[in-house]
């Protein structure tokens, strides 16, 4: 089969309903993928959990699985898909973000960064060529480049120099990405490679380098560096300059964004790749996304409460316990509490998106995320 085949079924105004076929199985999108760092979701959700739930697309971090337990192995014992038992696609991001958000000490030359392990200290040394060995041998469904994620903030002739190096680097990534593709050993030899747009709050600066890698022809392109200080309406407007100038016949993928309301309002703006935190993070401790907005299982009122965390839901958690008994396990600092809530986020965050699909399939997008998002301010229930 080709690499890939990515198909628009449906327009409302900018908002994309596609396919995406892969080597690893197609992808529905709009898509949230469920956030798996080290080839697991926090909070003893398995494989078989994420099937359950909905999930398409399970991402993981090429820079924790290069520390532990190292790419070489992985690559030994078959590739990610066979290593956490998983048969769907998988996106693997480049490390670029864990680098510049992990590492307190670090060095950017053009070759690439040097900066200290997490873990134990040790000097590790990251570039393109690095990147994409590492993501080569976890032979994710799609790989990112390797980039540099300046702050939303940073002053402006900092971020010409960065997005310019992310440019090199990009190209860069790409004849490493062909070399390895062509490569007899290599497990995955589909896999694609998505570039990423940089260039903090400066929309001029975005929609250059939206015009330029544009013209290399990626696989797919995503809009990175956004959700890192800088406020929704700022995110926003980002979107609403750059994404026009991005391929409409690729996949768009918004990096580590966000909230219920950030994936409505990016739908709309054109986007159809999410991944987020969020719902895992949140649920750990106890913050739970509802239709009706987000509700703190810690507060007292919920010490007898018989009832699911939201009535009518079909979440494992849901279709079984109450939320005074799943409080009690928070408490408890028992597992199960943990995992049950996580549950429950990430299968209405992939409810979700399959209710956006079909608003978009039907022409109602837009009347379903202004009932979505007054829904969800209604408050506690």
Known sequence: MEKMKYQVLKQEGRAKRAVVETVHGTIQTPVFMNVGTVAAIKGAVSTEDLEQIGTQVEL????????????????????????????????????GFQVF??????????????????????????????????????????????????????????VINSVARTTRWLERCQKEMNRLNGLEDTINKNQLLFGINQGAVYTDIRIEHAKRISEMNLDGYAVGGLAVGETHEEMYHVLDETVPYLPLDKPTYLMGVGTPANILESVDRGVDFFDCVYPTRN?????????????????AKYELDDRPIEPGCQCPACRRYSRAYIRHLLKAKEMLGMRLCVLHNLYFYNTMMTEIRNALDNGEFAAYKKRKLDGMLQGEQ
């Open 60 to 95: 993981s971090n090429t820079y924790h699985l290069h520390v532990r337990p190292g790419d070489d192995k992985i690559k030994q014992f078959g590739g990610l898909h066979k290593f956490m038992s998983w048969n769907k696609p998988i996106l693997t991001d480049s490390g």
């Open 101 to 158: 958000s992990l590492a307190g000490l670090r060095k950017i030359k053009e070759e690439g960064v040097t900066f200290r392990c997490h873990i134990d200290g040790h000097k590790i040394f990251m570039g393109p060529e690095e990147s994409m060995r590492i993501q080569s041998n976890l032979a994710s469904t799609i790989a990112m480049a390797f980039d540099e994620c300046a702050p939303a903030k940073a002053e402006r002739d900092y």
């Open 283 to 299: 649920g750990r401790h106890g913050h739970l996304y509802t239709n009706f907005g987000k509700i703190n299982l810690f507060n």
